[in-house]
């Protein structure tokens, strides 16, 4: 009697503490869920996760990453070009001084010589005496731009500035999905982990009790080394997932230019919640992705340069003038002001062939600058296209997880109660607990996958806020 009332509590045990496996099979507990879908194009496509930590995680990238650094300091050297490519269109100007000595008979004498009080009156045939001349001169030019030239290059230059800072936008852009992307993997490893931790606990219960029945005479030998065996095989993934979450915050402080993982804020608990997929707006992708706009900018560029290129075969046109003051000097002092205007047309005619292969190179140039545009227009459409259709797909194989996680908890509940009254022996048990903790982790993956696929969607998509990505960190460009 006393051993049959064992086996009661024994078993009651095993129904009670076998429970917490099935627990949380709803997936990923969802938070604060995503906004509506336009929102994607007006602000950056995080914000919309309403995860305050994500956020502060990009802000501080965007201002410490090296590499966005060194971004910002090439779209200075590109404006320093530019403002380097507007000189030619203003008036050059330079004051110069100067001293000669040279022998008497070898110069005019332009200026009137008035006698010094005492001096010896000079010979015009000494050709021992030498001329002191000091001048100073203030000198300018101006290159009038007839044909717009120097207009163009200075349009190309511009365009290649704002190129410049397109690709250090596109830099940025990439640095916040590698954020993103390494975030959530943190994430759903921490979730995966106590998943782990949670299998660990119920499947030592199970063996605690298992081995309590077979002290009892219950159960045989082999259905406890099938616990154990189990219950092993659930710490061998411990390392694992603990590696998965250190390394991830270590590439986490990495991209935000931290010196190690234990400057970074406490990382989520969960993935948020996916609001349904933004409509596509692919018409708008040259404006909307860094990488487009700056292709398209140096296009622009080249189609400046090739103007640029043909206008130098027509003439130049140069404006001078100087003002200035001279004193000479031989046994008598003269000095006076001087001054001068000219002008100066120059026709090319004969250059080498440099001018006509320059040209050639600027339209060649222009060429490939439309193509590998039109490539990259046409390959950003079909990126927005391919991620909608994976974001698609992995949602129905998430949905297809859930349901196979609620068909692997009733077999698992199933062969419990089966097992308990005798039906079945512990084989039958063990293979639906390993597979129902299987498909916990699988769903939980699954969901992330989700998420990411969502992310790439919006990555894809872009928005208007690309444009003022740099300064979102508070440092400016």
């Known amino acids: 009697m006393i051993n049959q009332l064992l086996n009661l509590v024994i078993l009651f045990c095993f129904l009670t503490l076998t429970t917490p496996v099935l627990a949380d099979e709803a997936g990923p507990h969802p938070v604060t869920p995503v906004s509506d879908a336009k929102a994607a194009t007006r602000t950056p496509y995080w914000e919309q996760f309403n995860d305050p930590t994500l956020n502060e995680l990009i802000r501080r990238g965007l201002g410490n990453n090296f590499d966005v650094a060194a971004a910002r300091h090439r779209v200075s050297q590109a404006e320093a070009m530019a403002r380097q490519a507007l000189a030619p269109l203003l008036p050059s100007i330079s004051a110069e001084a100067g001293y000669n000595l040279s022998p008497y008979n070898s110069v005019g004498s332009a200026i009137k010589m008035d006698p010094i009080p005492g001096a010896p009156a000079s010979s015009d045939d000494d050709d021992t005496q030498l001329m002191h001349s000091v001048s100073t001169v203030l000198k300018a030019s101006y290159l009038v731009d007839i044909t717009g030239k120097n207009v163009a290059a200075r349009q190309a230059a511009l365009r290649d500035a704002a190129a410049s800072r397109a690709d250090a936008a596109g830099i940025a852009y990439n640095l916040a999905f590698l954020i993103i992307q390494t975030y959530f993997d943190v994430i759903t490893a921490q979730t995966r982990l106590a998943l782990i931790e949670g299998q660990i606990k119920n499947n030592s219960a199970l063996l605690e009790l298992v081995e309590a029945r077979l002290d009892r005479g219950s159960v045989g030998a082999l259905d406890v080394l099938q616990q154990r065996q189990q219950l092993e095989a659930t710490k061998a993934q411990l390392p694992l997932i603990r590696a998965l979450v250190t390394t991830g915050k270590n590439q986490l402080a990495l991209l935000i230019g931290a010196p190690g993982a234990d400057e970074l804020p406490p990382i989520g608990a969960e993935l948020p919640q996916l609001s349904p997929a933004p409509a596509g707006r692919v018409n708008r992708l040259p404006s909307h992705l860094p990488s ?101 797909e992995q949602q129905e194989h998430y949905e297809a997880m859930v349901r196979q996680l609620e068909a692997s908890k009733v077999a698992f509940g199933e062969a419990r109660e089966r097992y308990v009254v005798g039906l079945t022996d512990y084989l039958n048990v063990l293979v639906t607990l390993a597979t129902h903790q299987a498909v916990q982790l699988s769903e939980a993956q699954a969901y992330h996958d989700l998420v990411l696929a969502r992310v790439r969607l919006l990555q894809a998509m872009g928005g208007d806020w690309t444009h003022t990505l740099l300064t979102r960190n508070g440092t400016g460009e």
């Open 292 to 392: 487009l706009r700056a292709e398209k900018l140096r296009m622009q560029a080249a189609e400046h340069r090739k103007k640029s290129a043909q206008r130098t075969l027509l003439p130049s046109l140069v404006l001078n003038g100087s003002v200035g003051y001279q004193m000479n000097y031989i046994d008598q002092v003269g000095d006076g002001e001087t001054w001068a205007l000219g002008a100066m047309i120059s026709i090319p005619l004969w250059s080498g062939g440099a001018n006509h292969a320059a040209l050639r190179q600027s339209k060649a140039a222009l060429a490939a600058a439309k193509n590998g545009f039109a490539q990259k227009q046409l390959t950003a459409v079909k990126e927005v296209d391919n991620a909608r259709i994976r974001e698609q």
